[in-house]
């Protein structure tokens, strides 16, 4: 079974441009999230899918990030524009309703 | 909100020595406590978890142990070995009404051969 597909693995990109990153959750699952993970800590959730609608957004900051998913399968995670600050690792997770949460490799995420 | 310390923040044990993770948790309504192991350049991955309904759960040569009361959780590595040096994240979160997982900080974990 494939696993959860997130690309590009690495971006650079300079301050205030925009920058996508995409998932792909395991085949059937129900429920995607996006994470953000800072050097030397741990996720933390910023987006919660049910099929196509987001449950839980309380967490993106939504003056510069924006989310979809499309048809409730993949989705796409954008910053517009980016700051230095956002520089970290963009993790996507999939699960089957409240069951196991499976993670992607993660996009790791350079603000110049 | 939730929030979950873990210590230490790195731990380097001998081949074949029993490593000990640590983790407390703020919310007394957390009831699902799970382990992850993140390897360099991949996602965490799930090793074990507990429920708040078990005291102790044992997995081959990983075990965890959950004190509700004193609300602490730990994560127990016997006999390890090279592949077990990872980053060990522990998360708690109240299930199934909160899919939301709090993390820990995460412990850095290296043994040596």
């Known amino acids: 079974e494939a696993g959860v597909v997130q690309s590009p693995r690495y971006k650079i990109i300079e301050k205030k441009q925009p920058v996508a990153f995409w998932c792909n959750p395991i085949s059937g699952h129900n429920t995607l999230y996006w994470y953000r993970q800072n050097l030397g800590q741990g996720p933390e959730l910023l987006i919660r899918?049910?099929?196509?609608?987001?449950?839980?957004d309380s967490q993106l900051p939504k003056d510069r990030f924006s989310a979809e998913r499309l048809k409730g399968v993949d989705s796409t995670l954008k910053i517009q524009p980016a700051e230095l600050g956002d520089s970290a690792v963009y993790l996507c997770?999939?699960?089957?309703?409240?069951?196991?949460?499976?993670f992607g490799p993660g996009t790791r995420l350079t603000v110049l | 909100g939730e929030n979950v310390e873990q210590h230490p923040s790195t731990l380097s044990v001998q081949e074949g020595d029993s490593a000990v993770i640590k983790c407390t948790y703020s919310?007394?309504?957390?009831?699902?406590f799970p382990w992850y192991k993140q390897e360099l350049g991949k996602g965490p991955q799930l090793i074990i978890d507990i429920r708040s309904n078990v005291g102790e759960k044992k997995d081959q040569r990983i075990a965890v142990t959950l004190n509700k009361t004193a609300k602490h959780f730990s994560l127990h590595i016997t006999e390890t070995q090279p592949e077990d040096s990872a980053v060990y994240f522990c998360?708690?979160?109240?299930?199934?009404?909160?899919?939301?997982?709090?993390f820990g900080a995460g412990t850095t974990v290296t043994v040596r051969a």
């Open positions: 998360a708690a979160s109240i299930f199934p009404n909160d899919y939301k997982l709090s």
């Open positions: 899918y049910e099929n196509e609608e987001a449950v839980d």
């Open positions: 997770a999939s699960s089957l309703s409240a069951n196991e949460q499976f």
């Open positions: 919310d007394s309504a957390s009831n699902y």
